[in-house]
């Protein structure tokens, strides 16, 4: 069946680390996204992008850093630069054009320790 | 910077009542909307999508499209317990080529 999937589900992070957070989809669709949110909030967007090689910087993307090597991948780095990164951080994919929609990862919930 | 405002609720309905859920957005040339219901701790998943102006109905869902105002809605109607979850708006940006989520309006059906 086709999807997407996000691992690892719960994660947790020291003060000065650098985590990965990866997120793999068989979907074929060309655009894939990060977003973060935060309890009670709505969804903010950190990275994304609509093809191999290339991604875009969204709305609050001070900490973080993410690759696109590979159409099916785009994992996504929460670097010690970002400060407060406990958040559910939630991966998407969808046609280039939005068309459909977005499928969503199940998400991965970071705290820091 | 493009904005999706909806009502942050809670929005408390009694069991079989209609639900009614409003999303108003600033970009004037938005085209594709968007309905995602999410679960506490879970994804969100697609409820309906709804493009031209009108009405479009899918079981006990019905989307409401006004592009001259604006406005979107979601119509549950004979609202169960099951539905009590956050409703996230979504629409297209076609400038940006990503979708603008609103905060989400929690939605409390009572038995």
């Known amino acids: 069946d086709g999807g997407i999937t996000q691992s690892p589900k719960y994660l947790f992070r020291k003060e000065g680390q650098n985590v990965t957070l990866s997120c793999e989809q068989n979907l074929n669709h060309d655009a894939m996204y990060w977003y973060r949110q935060d309890p009670g909030q709505g969804l903010r967007l950190i990275y994304y992008?609509?093809?191999?090689?290339?991604?875009q910087k969204g709305d609050i993307a001070e900490g973080y850093s993410v690759s696109r090597e590979k159409k099916e991948s785009f994992p996504l780095t929460v670097t010690s630069a970002q400060k407060n990164p406990t958040a559910f951080y939630l991966c998407?994919?969808?046609?280039?054009?939005?068309?459909?929609?977005?499928?969503f990862g199940s998400g991965t919930r970071l705290t820091v320790v | 910077q493009k904005e999706v405002e909806q009502n942050s609720g809670p929005l408390s309905v009694p069991e079989g009542a209609i639900a009614s859920l409003n999303c108003t957005y600033s970009d004037r040339g938005s085209q594709s909307f968007f309905w995602y219901r999410q679960y506490s701790g879970k994804s969100p998943e697609l409820i309906m999508s709804?493009?031209?102006?009108g009405d479009k109905e899918d079981g006990r869902f019905t989307a409401q499209l006004n592009k001259a105002s604006q406005y979107v809605s979601l119509l549950i109607r004979d609202s169960q317990p099951s539905d009590s979850a956050t409703y996230l708006c979504?629409?297209?940006?076609?400038?940006?080529?990503?979708?603008?989520f609103g905060p989400g309006t929690r939605l409390s059906v009572l038995p």
């Open positions: 709804i493009y031209s102006n």
């Open positions: 992008s609509q093809i191999v090689n290339d991604f």
């Open positions: 998407a994919s969808s046609h280039r054009t939005g068309a459909y929609g977005y499928t």
């Open positions: 979504a629409v297209w940006d076609n400038y940006g080529q990503n979708f603008v």
